[in-house]
């Protein structure tokens, strides 16, 4: 069932939000670390083991590729809620330090990106299950 | 008539938000064939249609939530908020391909700490040369060339005044909204082919959103290997902004 995909996915949603912020609790960060990064690891690690058990029929895993697809249109909606008037009443100050981080920043992931470049050039990137087969999921159920 | 309309998309919030959006994504995808002939990404169009709706909001409302604000929008608040951001985040590392990953291990943990040191530097060089002499306001300016998120969370810690915690704040969606929209255009120069220099990024240019929103709009599968290593970045940045950052700060300004 579509629904146990996406109980997995809750799960590890919620255990990875409480042990960020227990983490954050135990190092006086007063904040979540890593939370969201934590749940992504475990089901990771959740995905390999049902996977071997055999536990991951094709349903379940559109449970969690749905959401997986819905990720571009929140980041939309995302973006329709941010305070843009606030970002650019901040001024010079505000816009300086942006830009210049964004700047410095750039130049150095170009910087350790073309160092590895050689090795990393032959690596296919994994293809996406959901943009390479448009026409499988859900209507094809 | 209009009036009923107006109270079921009232009424039905969320469900009104998926309507809204997928319109935007549709319209988004005939400008990117259309107009410019697949160059430009759809996503990174309708991300900036999303700002472009959010500072219409704001106009309208004086509100600080974009579009959400809008009471008829409302629903986009439960859409694009964090709750359904992060789910949607944590299915995406179901593409996380775990040798691709564990290879930029190191360089992830590397990129992660220049990526907090290096905006903070920049941040608070421009805060002393606009003037700022305090320890507390130059760290907390520094901390929101971070993030939005650590800027405001360690001006409170550190006891800094209203006004430079909005400048904070200011600094880190400024920095958001130019890695959403410059990524696309900026990736062959950032060299954003691999799932490791995916992670790179994720380390380097910090925020969640930028990184997530830059990403889906570069190449939608790279997305989950550079917001792997970003949600660590605001975290990081909580944690040595009010602490190691504003020490070093207040011993060289005094």
Redesign the interface.
């Known amino acids: 069932m579509i629904i146990y995909g996406t109980a997995l ?2 799960i ?2 919620l255990l ?2 409480f042990l ?1 912020d227990l ?2 609790n135990l ?1 006086g ?9 934590i ?3 475990l ?2 690690c959740a ?2 083991w049902m996977h071997k058990k055999g536990w991951m029929p094709e349903q379940t ?1 559109m449970g ?5 697809a ?33 700047v ?3 130049c ?3 910087l ?3 160092g ?2 050689v090795e ?1 050039d032959t ?1 296919p ?2 293809v ?2 959901i ?1 390479a087969t448009p026409a499988t999921p859900v209507t094809a159920r | 008539m209009l009036e009923l309309l107006e109270g079921t998309a009232r009424h039905n919030g969320l469900v009104t ?2 309507a809204l ?2 319109l ?2 549709l319209v988004s995808m005939k400008l990117s064939r259309h107009l410019t002939m697949g160059r430009v990404h759809g ?1 990174a169009i ?6 472009g ?3 219409w ?3 309208q409302t004086g509100g ?5 604000d809008v009471s008829l ?1 409302a629903g ?2 439960l ?3 964090a709750m ?15 040798v ?2 564990k290879k930029a291990g190191m ?1 992830g943990v590397v ?1 992660l700490l ?2 907090t040191l ?2 903070f530097v ?2 608070a ?3 002393y040369a ?1 003037g700022y002499r305090d320890a507390v306001s130059i760290t907390t ?2 901390a ?3 993030t939005y ?1 650590v800027g405001p ?1 360690t001006g409170a ?1 550190i006891g800094a005044t209203s006004d430079v915690m ?15 929209v ?1 990524t696309p255009a ?1 990736a062959k ?9 995916a992670m ?2 994720g380390g ?3 925020t ?2 930028g990184v ?2 830059g990403l ?1 709009a570069t ?6 290997y550079g ?3 970003a ?2 970045h ?3 940045g ?2 040595l902004g009010p602490s190691l950052l504003f020490f070093a700060t207040r011993a060289i300004v005094g």
């Open positions: 996915l809750a590890c949603h990875g939000i960020g983490l954050g190092i960060a007063k904040t979540n670390v890593g939370g969201v990064g749940a992504m690891i089901l990771i995905r390999l895993e969690v590729a749905f959401w997986g819905m990720y571009i249109p929140v980041v939309v909606a995302m973006a329709a809620q941010q305070n843009v008037l606030t970002a650019l009443r901040g001024g010079p100050v505000a816009l300086l330090a942006a830009v210049g981080s964004v410095v920043c750039a150095v992931i170009a350790i990106n073309r590895e470049k990393e690596l990137l994994p996406d299950p943009l | 938000a998926f959006v997928g935007v994504m996503s309708a991300i900036v249609i999303g700002l709706l959010a500072y909001g704001g106009v600080t939530k974009g579009l959400a929008f986009v608040g859409m694009g908020g359904l951001r992060d789910f949607a985040i944590v299915a995406t590392a179901f593409e996380v391909q775990v691709e990953a360089v990129a220049l990526g290096l905006p920049v941040g060089c421009v805060a606009f300016i520094g929101g060339a971070v998120i969370v810690a909005a400048l904070s704040i200011a600094a880190g969606l400024i920095k958001a909204i130019l890695v959403m410059g900026a120069f950032l060299g954003l082919r691999t799932p490791r220099s790179v990024f380097l240019a910090g969640v959103s997530s929103a889906a190449d939608r599968r790279l997305v989950p917001a792997l290593v949600t660590f605001t975290g990081l909580c944690l």
